[in-house]
């Protein structure tokens, strides 16, 4: 489904991505892990055309979205949650939700869309009139997914989700990606700094260190590796 | 009324682009001198109107695509340059193509003041329908910008591309169209103003100030700020005229301008919160 | 014998290079034209602008379409000095910058509190509505048709004969010399540092006690002066003073110029001066060559300001300046081993002057 193969990200001189190959299949759910500066979020980034990537190749259901530009990735069932969540804060909650599906023609599944997201996430609809701005760390993430799914997506990738969320409120987040990928199918690359809460709800995980896939395997595997843990991961 | 379309076209490229058009007085001179040359080969009012607005959508298109769009990755400095130096081009290509004598610009309704009563007051049918224009297109920019996906998907354009981008919209487009309507808005306001100021390649360039401080005043956030900052303009300015001399007209401009910063530096309409960092 | 310590003293270094400079230029008037030096002046009165501008937008970040208007300042206040006092010339020359740099601390107070498009606005009011000024208070400031302005007379030990326009070129360049001499020590000290600290980022400049606002007037205040100090030569070089004279083309146009130049450097404001004064004669020329008739010919010029504005921020966003800096690193790093050699030639010592301001592109931030 989803293959990347030997993908090189650099700013100036400095290389982020020493050519990483991964290959992810349908409906799992893959962490990205590793320390800071590693690459995760570079490799998120290069995947939806938000940086260029020197070389190498990411090919997603057969098209090659290495060539295209952000806006037409989307258009290809791949969906971004960035780093930092990415809300608007200038618009109001509703309209960043609507945001997240305007580019799908079908009006009348774009209203039901809208209405699943708000049944998903109760407390957005509560706030729907009110600015992005006024929401909390844990309801903007929630509203940052949610306009993501808005897309109606095959591929969500989710750039540490749990960044700045009280305990309580990552282990909610991570129960939801869970339950995303059970209930719709869907296929999740998960970058975290936090490996133990992304590890128990994922089937595999990638370990990222300066830049290259130190280990690819079962999400297991990885959890039960002390040395990988104790070295990489931080726990 | 005529300063707050101007100010207006250049809050709707603000908000659209983050780019404040110094060029925007300049292309509303040339739409007006194109609605000009329609009138000349004898072409009525309304034609002449059509044809100029469509030649500001499509200029303020290309001027989007070939010009600003190198530089609106750049520091604001460079965008800035690049339509002062736009203003200077159009201004000079206008007085190349049609002289840089003065032309006067025919006025669809009687300008001269309505009867009340017994009484004339300075209100002309003209200056009703420059009224009526100005708050039709104002209306319509707000419906756009507050209830139509478009005006969402141009809005978050402007606050965020990247994130725009990411959840699908062709942002660039959206640069591009919201170029192309300020540049509509502002020929509207070019064609407006021109039977009461006569039409020369220079002479926007008073307009555009009164219209940026208008914008300012207002807040270049705010279409509504625009409105009002455009109306107040006007009405402080003739007041200055009339009590201290034309000359002082921009003078004026400038001492409101820097009163009004000085006690509000966002202006007085800005709603959104100033994020510094 | 100097040490080359005391020779690697900014202050001495720019003060070396100036004087260098100013003999050289000197000794090049006499064999100028009377017309040649007459254009001398008018570069120089760009130049002296141009730095300042350079100063305020490419090292405090602030943008200023206004200072055509300082220019009109100082320019106004060398005629009216002229023609009521007979003062010696450095003090005209240097009440006309003060009197700017008092302009340059309004509207300074108000620039302030302002930022990017909103500064632009209030010194684009200012650029149009103060020339106006001159028209409301016709019986002093002479109107539209404006106020003669006398050329300096040679001092007498010259002799009676001295070309006048040779003198004015003199002063001229000891005008540029003593400018850039000044601003070439005030962007190496710690005003300038503290300069670049607030155009790169406000708050983290304010958290490091550097007080914002009064940074800011400073500059202003600085870029004003010149400003008015360019204005002043240039009345003295034209001979005349009026409104039409300091339209917002010559806001634009001194804007053109430092953009051109290169942003925050002052070998970049030679540049520009120099292109401010040749780049109309070229059109003009190009347009006669064309056979083109009066009204596009005189507006041709207008046209290539807006062209070479254009162009160059999108191609070369540093300016010329920038290309010949980076002609020169290349240069040096085939060449160059050991450190040390300074400029000496005529063609390299500008950008010897220049090299403390290198900060255009803002590679050192903090």
């Known amino acids: 489904m989803l293959e990347v193969s030997d993908l090189r990200v650099a700013y100036g001189a400095v290389s982020a991505l020493d050519g990483v190959s991964l290959s992810v299949g349908p409906g799992v759910t893959t962490a990205v892990l590793g320390a800071n500066g590693a690459g995760k979020t570079s490799l998120l980034r290069a995947m939806t055309g938000m940086v260029r990537a020197k070389s190498g190749r990411v090919v997603w259901k057969g098209t090659e979205l290495t060539r295209l530009a952000s806006e037409e990735i989307v258009r290809q069932g791949v969906a971004h949650v960035p780093e930092g969540r990415g809300v608007i804060q200038d618009l109001t909650v509703e309209d960043n939700l609507r945001l997240g599906g305007l580019w799908r023609s079908d009006r009348e599944d774009r209203r039901k869309a809208l209405e699943e997201m708000y049944e998903f996430f109760p407390a957005l609809r509560e706030r729907r009139r009110r600015s992005a701005y006024t929401l909390s760390g844990g309801e903007r993430q929630m509203l940052a997914v949610g306009r993501a799914l808005m897309a109606r997506p095959e591929l969500l990738l989710l750039d540490e989700p749990s960044l700045g969320l009280a305990p309580i409120i990552v282990a909610q987040i991570m129960e939801l990606v869970a339950r995303l990928s059970a209930d719709t199918g869907l296929t999740v690359l998960l970058v975290e700094q936090n490996a133990r809460a992304a590890l128990s709800i994922s089937e595999r995980a990638v370990v990222l260190s300066l830049g290259k896939v130190v280990v690819e395997g079962a999400a297991a595997d990885i959890a039960a590796d002390e040395e990988l843990r104790h070295h990489y991961l931080g726990f | ?277 | ?366």
């Open chain 3, 1 to 366: 014998m100097l040490s080359a310590g005391f020779l690697r003293r900014p202050l001495v270094r720019h003060l070396v290079i100036a004087v260098v400079l100013v003999v050289v230029l000197f000794l090049v008037t006499g064999i100028l034209s009377s017309y040649n030096n007459f254009q001398i002046a008018l570069i120089a009165s760009y130049v002296i602008a141009v730095a300042g501008l350079s100063l305020l937008t490419g090292l405090n970040g602030q943008i200023s379409l206004g200072h055509g208007a300082f220019m009109a300042v100082g320019a106004y206040t060398t005629a009216l000095l002229e023609t009521h006092q007979h003062w010696p010339l450095a003090l005209v020359l240097a009440l006309s910058a003060v009197t700017a740099a008092a302009a340059g601390l309004v509207t300074g107070l108000g620039a302030a509190r302002l930022r990017g498009p909103y500064l632009a606005g209030a010194t684009l009011a200012l650029a149009v509505g103060l020339p106006e000024l001159t028209i409301k208070f016709t019986s002093t400031l002479g109107g539209e048709s404006g106020l003669p302005v006398n050329p300096p007379p040679p001092v007498s030990f010259l002799g009676a004969s001295f070309d006048p326009n040779r003198y004015l070129a003199w002063v001229s360049i000891l005008c540029v010399a003593v400018t850039l001499v000044l601003l070439a020590n005030l962007v190496t000290s710690r005003f300038g540092r503290d300069f670049r600290a607030v155009r790169d980022d406000e708050i983290a400049a304010s958290l490091s006690g550097i007080r914002v606002a009064g940074n800011q007037v400073l500059a202003f205040v600085v870029s004003a002066a010149c400003a008015g100090l360019g204005g002043a030569i240039y009345a003295l070089a034209t001979g005349i003073v009026n409104p039409a004279g300091f339209t917002l083309v010559l806001s634009i146009a001194i804007l053109t110029g430092t953009v051109i130049g290169g942003l925050g450097t002052l070998a970049g404001a030679v540049w520009g001066g120099i292109l401010l004064v040749y780049l109309p004669r070229w059109s003009e020329s190009l347009s006669n060559g064309f056979k083109l008739n009066k009204v596009v010919s005189s507006n041709l010029s207008l046209g290539l300001y807006g062209v070479v504005l254009i162009v160059v921020i999108l191609a070369f966003p540093a300016g010329l300046q920038g290309g010949v800096r980076q002609a020169g690193r290349a240069l040096r790093s085939r060449f160059m081993s050991g450190p040390g050699s300074s400029g000496s030639t005529g063609a390299a010592a500008p950008a010897g002057v220049s090299t403390p301001v290198a900060s255009g592109g803002g590679g050192e931030t903090s």
């Open chain 2, 1 to 277: 009324m005529v300063y707050a379309a101007m100010a207006m076209a250049l809050v709707l490229i603000w908000r659209a682009t983050r780019v404040v058009n110094f060029a925007q007085g300049a292309m509303a001179m040339f739409s007006t001198y194109v609605a000009v040359s329609v009138i000349d080969r004898g072409g009525d009012y309304w034609e002449a109107l059509v044809v100029a607005l469509a030649f500001g959508f499509v200029a303020g298109a290309v001027v989007e695509r070939v010009l600003v769009r190198p530089v609106e990755s750049k520091p604001p400095l460079n965008a800035v340059i690049v339509t002062l130096g736009l203003l200077i081009l159009v201004e000079s290509a206008a007085a190349m193509i049609w002289g840089d004598s003065v032309r006067s610009y025919p006025a669809r309704f009687s300008q001269t003041g309505l009867k009340l009563g017994s009484q004339r007051v300075a209100l002309s049918p003209f200056d009703l329908y420059i009224i009526g224009a100005v708050l039709v297109v104002m209306a319509g920019l707000v419906i756009l910008f507050r209830a139509t996906s478009l005006g969402l998907r141009m809005r978050a354009s402007a606050f965020e591309p990247e994130v725009a981008r990411l959840l699908g919209v062709r942002v660039g487009r959206m640069l591009t169209l919201g170029w192309a309507l300020a540049a509509v808005v502002g020929s509207l306001g070019g064609i407006l103003v021109a039977p009461k100021v006569f039409l020369d390649p220079n002479n926007m360039d008073d307009v555009l100030v009164y219209a940026f401080t208008a914008a300012i005043v207002g807040g270049l956030d705010s279409p509504v700020g625009a409105l009002v900052g455009g109306v107040g303009m006007g009405l402080s300015l003739s007041y200055v005229g009339g009590y201290l001399g034309y000359s002082l007209e921009t003078v004026g401009a400038f001492v409101i301008l820097i009163v009004v910063l000085m006690v509000r530096p966002e202006g007085l309409f800005t709603t959104t919160t100033p994020r510094r960092v």
